[in-house]
T-cell receptor, first 117, second 110 residues
Framework: DAGVIQSPRHEVTEMGQEVTLRCKPI?????LFWYRQTMMRGLELLIY????????DSGMPEDRFSAKMPNASFSTLKIQPSEPRDSAVYFC???????????????FGEGSWLTVV | RKEVEQDPGPFNVPEGATVAFNCTYS??????FFWYRQDCRKEPKLLMS???SGNEDGRFTAQLNRASQYISLLIRDSKLSDSATYLC???????????FGSGTRLLVRP
């Protein structure tokens, strides 16, 4: 079975440009999470969705960041305009409803490595 | 205060050693707890859940102390392949919102 699929895997962009990261969750999973990982701050939850509806976006750093989930199989995280401090690995993850804590409850994609110069 | 705190390490141990990692969390309403493992330049993956009674999976033992809001992971007979970053994870308020610690790096040397 396909896991969480993210694109692009790597992106280098210039400051001020718009960046769009994409995610396809595992089919049938109702929760989708966007995380950001940096050396300084570790893994931070940015936003998560349940059944395509944003539930908690308190981790979104500022208005330059936006996330959407137009349907159950696709989500985007957009940064506009991008800044060098946005350089990080952005992980998308998904999980099924009513997850069992004893199981593998959250599945991560391989990440999108973003560098803003 | 961070919601989940870990000693960043690195812990540098010889093969065969026993090593323990600790983690504290700030929200007493937290319900579920996990340890994840992350290899260099890879995504985090679930290592094991942490139950109130403590649980063991082969060489790995996890403990939870709710009164002290403290979680631990013990690795016995360390292998070279155990070298990774270990992330303490707490689910906040049964909200399906997982908060990750910054991770403890383990290096197992021959």
């Amino acid at each position: 079975d396909a896991g969480v699929i993210q694109s692009p895997r790597h992106e280098v962009t210039e400051m001020g440009q718009e960046v769009t990261l994409r995610c396809k969750p595992i089919s049938g999973h109702d929760y989708l999470f966007w995380y950001r990982q940096t050396m300084m701050r570790g893994l931070e939850l940015l936003i998560y969705f349940n059944n395509n509806v944003p539930i908690d976006d308190s981790g979104m750093p500022e208005d330059r960041f936006s996330a959407k989930m137009p349907n159950a199989s696709f989500s985007t995280l957009k940064i506009q305009p991008s800044e060098p401090r946005d350089s990080a690995v952005y992980f998308c993850a998904s999980s099924p409803v009513g997850w069992d804590p004893s199981g593998n409850t959250i599945y991560f994609g391989e990440g999108s490595w973003l560098t803003v110069v | 205060r961070k919601e989940v705190e870990q000693d960043p390490g690195p812990f540098n141990v010889p093969e065969g050693a026993t090593v323990a990692f600790n983690c504290t969390y700030s929200n007493s309403a937290s319900q579920s707890f996990f340890w994840y493992r992350q290899d260099c330049r890879k995504e985090p993956k679930l290592l094991m859940s942490v139950y109130s009674s403590g649980n063991e999976d082969g060489r790995f033992t996890a403990q939870l102390n709710r009164a002290s809001q403290y979680i631990s992971l013990l690795i016995r007979d360390s292998k070279l392949s155990d070298s990774a970053t270990y992330l303490c994870v707490v689910e906040m308020d049964s909200s399906y919102k997982l908060i990750f610690g910054s991770g403890t790096r383990l290096l197992v040397r021959p």
